[in-house]
């Protein structure tokens, strides 16, 4: 891991330390705050041409179920952080729970992982990662070929970099993480509920197949499925050990 980037421009509370392209920042993330090594604040990027990757530690003063609010911050301020760089018609949208959508295809998503699982415990630790393909794989850089997945430079937006994505989006993620701090979870329940691709009534895969019904108050899914109305809470994707989450 090489020192902090000079050029890269953070907001107070963040330090930025920058990897190199095709390492993974959440597994760097991860296994420094297992071994209690990581700061709070520490974000990681990837200084990589095809890939803005990213993760973040945090250290939270309430239960994980609130502090789980944070993942939906991360995602609004991807979400906003996109707006600024990629076309004015470029439409992003969220699948439940950390998947990222660009012009109906998945692009990329959100990551957690905490040194605890229980809803009502505080964790010592949250980390969180984000990550969003700038350039198609090699293979496939005929834009269509893969009509399912997308990727910055096939939206158009190929002149978007990792180091200014990852400068935006720090910034429009404090500024959710603080208004989850100070108005709680409600505003940015809605704001995540807005940007939802399956809504209620959309079909769903993950967990289960089934039918979308809402969010719960804390970000969960409410979802019908086998005749049932079952509920699986945002806890649901953090990761055991690294891992691509479901899209």
Not at 7 to 25: F, K, M, Y
Not at 101 to 118: D, H, M, Y
Request: hydrophobic letters at 45%.
């Amino acid at each position: 891991m090489s020192a902090d980037t000079p050029t890269l421009s953070l907001p107070p509370l963040l330090h930025g330390l920058r990897l190199e392209a095709g390492c993974d920042p959440f597994a760097e993330a991860l296994a420094l705050a297992r071994a209690g090594r990581e700061e709070p604040g520490s974000l990681h990027w990837a200084d990589d041409l095809g890939l803005f990757s990213v993760a973040v530690t945090l250290a939270p003063e309430m239960p994980l179920e609130r502090a789980m609010g944070a993942v939906m911050a991360a995602g609004l301020g991807l979400n906003e952080a996109l707006g600024v760089l990629t076309p004015p018609e470029t439409a992003v949208e969220f699948t439940w729970p950390g998947g990222l959508k660009v012009n109906g295809a998945a692009c990329g998503g959100l990551r957690a992982a905490a040194s605890t699982a229980e809803p009502g415990a505080e964790p010592g630790w949250l980390v969180i990662g984000a990550s969003v393909p700038l350039l198609p794989l090699a293979q496939n850089t005929e834009p269509g070929l893969t009509p399912d997945r997308t990727s910055l430079w096939d939206e158009g937006a190929g002149d978007v970099t990792a180091h200014a994505l990852t400068e935006a989006w720090s910034r429009h993620f404090l500024a959710w993480l603080n208004r989850l701090l100070d108005d709680g979870l409600k505003p940015l329940h809605a704001a995540w509920r807005a940007k939802w691709a399956q809504r209620e009534g959309g079909a769903v895969a993950y967990p289960v197949p089934g039918t979308a019904l809402g969010l719960d108050e804390s970000g969960g899914l409410l979802m019908k499925t086998g005749g049932q109305t079952r509920a699986f809470p945002l806890t649901l994707m953090l990761e055991e050990s690294p891992c691509t989450s479901p899209a």
